[in-house]
């Protein structure tokens, strides 16, 4: 196989880190040496020639060949049967619905986050249990969201105070990737790749663009369930990132899941219900200052601004406000996360691999 790429050398692994820092490799953590035996290995599992072009990344439109992206995958430490998820996901962010160069660039500064589903969950050995958004020495979770991190910032160039005008940023964009927790183990809820199209059979990611991650704690089945409910949807309402009817996903822990789902509230009936009551009247949002106009869904898109008893929905209707069971099992307090999506919107592709 011959690589195209040029070669640096480093005597050692000091002078290589050197290196990595004074070329800008690197977001500022450190990274492993991409050297030719582990990027032909990477490019040879996958089974695709090292010029093919997956895409072109914006902002900085680099050319994002196996190649490259198998250099960084290997700086982020990945194993070669991690290659078809990472493709997957990069090709994910470039379809047009995820708007990718407004995620990249836009003051906002939102990260893109991989939810890994399906089979390739146990498989690989995810972590989908406490920590589910950390690593915790779960090596795929780490190293695959670190490697979708790296292919941003050397291949299309989103870095901040050049091409990424981010004001404050998003401490998503060193690694950021959750799986979900499978049937088998927890799960009572349709799987989120079936729920976005696909077969229960199938192993996909969905990347999502998010500006906004918060823990809540909605007691769910240690108070009323109206309770819970109102805790949930006045979370997600809050003013803060209330400019549009954008894309939410809440993540639950299995344990509420599981309490609602006995219940009698399956997935989407509980969707549909926070739908419903996920709004805020215009006199509310209007002090928000009527920012960010060119989302597609301002709120004065889907509103009438001149009535202050107006409701603004947060969202535009079931199919963006997306539920997601993870996470580790929760104490009374029902841990769970919420989190807002900024310009474009999810997408999920099917990872069209075997690792039989």
């Known amino acids: 196989m011959q690589l195209t790429s040029k070669i640096y050398e480093a005597a050692d692994m000091s002078e290589f880190v050197e290196m990595v820092y004074e070329r800008g490799w690197t977001d500022g953590l450190p990274v492993f040496p991409p050297t030719d035996d582990k990027v032909i290995a990477m490019v040879d599992y996958i089974g695709r020639g090292p010029g093919e072009v997956i895409g072109v990344v914006p902002p900085g439109e680099g050319i994002a060949t196996v190649e490259k992206i198998a250099i960084n995958a290997v700086m982020a430490g990945c194993k070669p049967e991690y290659m078809p998820i990472i493709v997957t996901a990069l090709q994910a962010m470039l379809d047009p619905a995820f708007e990718l160069l407004r995620v990249q660039a836009t003051t906002a500064g939102p990260a893109p986050l991989a939810i890994i589903s399906g089979p390739v969950v146990k498989k690989l050995g995810f972590n989908y249990g406490s920590g589910a958004f950390t690593g915790t020495g779960h090596r795929p979770n780490s190293t695959i969201g670190r490697a979708i991190r790296l292919i941003l910032w050397n291949i299309g160039y989103g870095r901040p105070g050049q091409l990424s005008q981010a004001t404050m940023g998003h401490p998503g964009r060193y690694a950021y990737l959750i799986a979900e927790r499978p049937p088998d183990d927890g799960n009572p809820w349709e799987e989120f790749h079936v729920t976005n199209g696909l077969k229960s059979e199938d192993s996909a990611v969905s990347m999502f663009p998010v500006v906004t991650h918060d823990q ?91 009535d202050d008893d107006a409701m603004v929905p947060a969202v535009v209707g079931p199919r963006d406000l997306h539920i997601l069971v993870s996470g580790g099992w929760g104490s009374a307090s029902s841990q769970s996360i919420w989190i807002n999506s900024v310009h474009g919107e999810m997408v999920t592709r099917k990872i069209d691999w075997s690792w039989e």
């Open 216 to 306: 809540i704690t909605p007691a769910i089945g240690t108070q009323t369930f109206e309770n819970s409910v109102y805790v949930m949807v006045d979370s997600i309402c809050h003013l803060g990132n209330f400019r549009a009817a954008s894309q939410k996903l809440l993540v639950l822990n299995p344990q509420g899941a599981g309490i609602l789902n006995d219940a009698g509230w399956a997935k989407a009936k509980f969707r549909d219900l926070l739908v419903e009551r996920c709004a805020r009247p215009v006199r509310d949002v209007k002090r928000t200052g009527g920012l960010s106009t060119t989302y597609k869904t301002h709120w004065t898109k889907v509103a009438d601004a001149n």
